[in-house]
């Protein structure tokens, strides 16, 4: 065990501490956030089994991104698609035996991997060149892309041009579980494709990124369109009712 290894091992263990103790917290504040209001955005569903059917296009299809904006909705949706393969094929290193579907998508990961640089580029090119989008673009913005556009790179130079020994890296991870730290491969590539990857996990809950959670807590998006069939109150409302 090197020191390396065991620095890059805690830091692990550091960032995906913040990381669910941050989502917890946050889809905790999101559950208890009281909706006094019947807001869905119209034509909204008046059924649950509609509303979940609405929810999933949303995040399938971002749905209401393609009524608005069919360019941001193509960049959009290929980043996140894109985005999608890549974590299926990450699993192969804490799966073990490796599981069918993931050994089937690994091939498909390395071209989300191109998909997803390709994605996030439209998205950044457009915080430049749309006038009204670059007015509201804060400093933080560009760094997120800019984090996610390198652990995209980083992690695409690893497949075509500076190889990784996975096998390592596979047994460091799964080392992890047991707390057991295996020797990390001291590639200086690799090293910061995880720094980086570590970096977003310890932002995550804290930043713009935290939508997709958020989703699916929009009174916006998740109430039923009954305003006139049943009444609306909010819970600490409905205690104050009571009493």
């Known amino acids: ?3 390396l290894s065991s620095v ?5 263990y550091f960032a995906a501490f913040v990381l669910v103790a941050g989502l917890v917290n946050k889809v905790v504040q999101y559950a208890r956030t009281p909706a006094p209001l019947k807001i869905p955005t119209t034509p909204a569903p008046t059924t649950k089994a509609g509303v979940a059917l609405r929810l999933t296009r949303e995040v399938v299809f ?12 193509i960049f959009g949706w290929v980043f996140h698609f894109g985005l999608f393969l890549v974590t299926l094929r990450h699993l192969r ?6 599981w069918a579907p993931i050994q089937f998508i690994q091939p498909f990961g390395i071209y989300g991997g191109i998909a997803m640089v390709i994605g996030l580029g439209g998205l950044w090119a457009r915080r430049f060149l749309v006038d009204r989008v670059r007015y509201i673009t804060s400093l933080s913005d560009h760094l997120i892309l800019g984090l996610l556009i390198s652990i995209g790179l980083s992690g695409l130079m690893m497949s075509f041009v500076v190889h990784t020994d996975i096998m390592r ?3 460091f991870f799964q080392g992890l579980y047991v707390g057991q730290i295996n020797t990390l491969p001291a590639d200086p590539l690799l090293l910061l494709h995880l720094l980086l990857v570590a970096g977003l996990m310890v932002i995550f ?8 959670p958020g989703l699916f807590f929009s009174p916006s998006r ?14 600490w409302a409905r205690r104050l009712e009571q009493e």
Do not use: C, T
């Open 93 to 98: 290193y804490f799966l073990e035996p490796v």
């Open 1 to 3: 065990m090197s020191f």
């Open 205 to 212: 809950p804290y930043s713009k990124l935290l939508h997709m």
């Open 169 to 171: 890296v596979k047994a």
């Open 222 to 235: 998740n109430q039923v369109d009954n305003p006139r069939e049943k009444r609306h109150l909010a819970d």
């Open 8 to 12: 890059y091992a805690y830091l692990f």
């Open 62 to 73: 971002f749905e209401s991104l393609f009524r608005g904006n069919k360019w941001i909705w």
